[in-house]
C-alpha cells in the first residue's frame, strides 16, 4: 500500500488511538497463516459459521439483482420487519420510520454522536465500556469523561429503563457530580444519572 503523504491527513485522524482488539485479531490471523493453530477471544461475534438460510437468502437477492443503492434509511421492508420485531419480542412500539438500517453499529454511533455532540460538550461513559466510544466522541470534537462503576455494580437496559428521566440538563457532568449549576449534553446527563441513581437490585 502507497504511504499517504504527510500533512495530507486530518490532525484529529492521526489523533485517533488504534482499536487495540481488532490489531490483536490481525496479529492472531497473520500467525494462522504462518500455521498456528490460533483460538479467538478477541472480538465479540459467533463462533458458528453465518446459518445457512441466511447465506441462501443473500445469494437470492444478489442473483435477482438486489445489488443496487437502497433507501437512505435502509429498505422499508426490513425497517417494518425490525419495528414487528421490537413490538412482538420486546412489547416496544417503534415505527419503521425510527429505525435506520445500517452495516454494524460503528457508523450509527459515530452518526449518532456527530447529530448529538457539539464541539466541546462532554459525554460520560461507563468505565469499562466500550472501547471505540470514547473515539468516536472525539473525532466530532467532544470530550469523553468517564464514571467508573462501583464494584459489582452494572448498568443494565433495566437500569435505563427505570432511571428518572434527567432532571438537571443544564448542569455538566463534573458540576453534577459535584453538586453544582451548569450545562452538559442531555444524553451524558442520563447516562450519568443512570449511573447515580440505579438500583442495584434491578441490574441484570
Ligand atoms: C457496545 C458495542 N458497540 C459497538 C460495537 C461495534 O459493532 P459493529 O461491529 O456492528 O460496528 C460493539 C462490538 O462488539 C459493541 O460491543
Redesign the pocket.
Known amino acids: 500500500m502507497q504511504t499517504p503523504v504527510k500533512g495530507h491527513i486530518a490532525r484529529r485522524a492521526t489523533e485517533i488511538t488504534p482499536f487495540l482488539a481488532m490489531e490483536l485479531m490481525e496479529r492472531a490471523k497473520t500467525l494462522e497463516l504462518e500455521g498456528r493453530e490460533i483460538i479467538y477471544l478477541c ?2 461475534e459467533p463462533d458458528f459459521p453465518t446459518p445457512e438460510p441466511i447465506v441462501k437468502a443473500a445469494q437470492k437477492a444478489m442473483l435477482a439483482g438486489e445489488t443496487r443503492y437502497t433507501h437512505s434509511l435502509g429498505r422499508i421492508e426490513l425497517r417494518e420487519a425490525i419495528a414487528e420485531h421490537y413490538q412482538k419480542r420486546y412489547k416496544v412500539t417503534v415505527d419503521p420510520e425510527q429505525v435506520i438500517v445500517s452495516s ?4 450509527l ?1 459515530m452518526l449518532l454522536f456527530a447529530a448529538l455532540c457539539n464541539p466541546d460538550d462532554e459525554v460520560i461513559l461507563t468505565d469499562p465500556g ?1 472501547a ?2 470514547p473515539n468516536f466522541i472525539r473525532f466530532v470534537g467532544a470530550k469523553p469523561r468517564f464514571f467508573t462503576n462501583p464494584a459489582g455494580a452494572g448498568v443494565s437496559a433495566t437500569a435505563r429503563r427505570r432511571a428518572p428521566v434527567d432532571q438537571r440538563q443544564n448542569q455538566s457532568p463534573a458540576d453534577q457530580l459535584a453538586g453544582k449549576p451548569g450545562r452538559v449534553n442531555p444524553l451524558a446527563s442520563r447516562t450519568c444519572n443512570t449511573c447515580r441513581t440505579a438500583d442495584p437490585a434491578g441490574l441484570g
Open positions: 472480538l465479540g454494524g453499529t460503528s457508523p454511533m466500550y471505540c466510544y
